[in-house]
């Protein structure tokens, strides 16, 4: 841990980093250091070492990628701001648009921020939401304010939903589980024997999964989850066809 954390001054924002790109996490590093009131600390590549550190620290601010390897952005956001409520959650990511945005407030976060913002405007972003408020775009809000902004949200994006929110609920670990496993292209019979449950357990896990995504089959729930960035493909090596050297 950073030796400055022992002595930081009350009024100075402590901010852990969750960046699995180096060259992006030494950016953050470099950029916010700059600032007096700003302290890092603590920099991570994965969200379970994240989570462990956060509790044990209690971080004023933790920016988060969504595309992490071992579960991502919003799974760790959803259990950080249950473990330490007073952590304000700053989201980073490429993957910008209104649902997304829509699923990282649901999840607790309480800022989203696309990757290419600027060193200063993230710094504002870092004191607003240590303040207490949430930032959405250009609108800085209170939480009644953010309340209503996802209600308007949730209703526009499924007008014809008799409860649209159910769409917008947060996927459970084991969801997200499997969420992972059809994007591989597993069978609900090979996530079965892979996580020692029944087919209709899995069955049942894909219906919500199906429901709280609003799509319709089990190819658009892979696409919006890669497109989102919540899970990676995992391809095994070995199973790739590599041409031999002679064979070019």
């Not at 600390?41 to 933790?62: C, N, R, T, W």
């Not at 990628?65 to 330490?84: F, H, I």
């Not at 199906?210 to 199973?239: C, Y």
């Amino acid at each position: 841990m950073d030796n400055r954390f022992l002595n930081r001054r009350y009024d100075q924002i402590s901010i852990m980093i969750v960046e699995d790109h180096p060259l992006f996490r030494d950016g953050l590093n470099a950029a916010l250091s700059l600032e007096d009131d700003l302290i890092i600390i603590g920099s991570y590549a994965d969200g379970e070492i994240a989570l462990e550190m956060a509790q044990k620290f209690h971080p004023d601010i933790v920016l988060i990628d969504v595309n992490l390897p071992s579960m991502n952005g919003l799974q760790v956001t959803r259990m950080l701001k249950a473990q330490s409520p007073g952590t304000a959650v700053v989201v980073l990511t490429a993957y910008h648009d209104s649902e997304q945005v829509l699923h990282a407030m649901r999840a607790g976060a309480s800022a989203y921020c696309a990757k290419d913002i600027t060193p200063t405007d993230l710094i504002d972003v870092i004191r607003a939401a240590a303040a207490g408020y949430y930032i959405v775009g250009t609108q800085k809000l209170d939480s009644d304010a953010l309340q209503k902004w996802i209600n308007r949200g949730v209703e526009a994006i499924s007008p014809y939903v008799v409860d649209p929110n159910e769409h917008y609920s947060p996927l459970s670990p084991r969801e997200m589980e499997i969420l992972q496993f059809v994007t591989n292209g597993m069978s609900n019979k090979e996530i079965a024997v892979k996580l020692r449950i029944s087919q209709q357990t899995v069955k049942n896990h894909m219906t919500s999964i199906l429901k709280k995504l609003n799509v319709q089959d089990r190819t658009q729930a892979a696409v919006a989850s890669l497109r989102h960035g919540w899970v990676r493909l995992q391809i095994d090596p070995s199973e790739l066809h590599l041409p031999d050297v002679d064979d070019e």
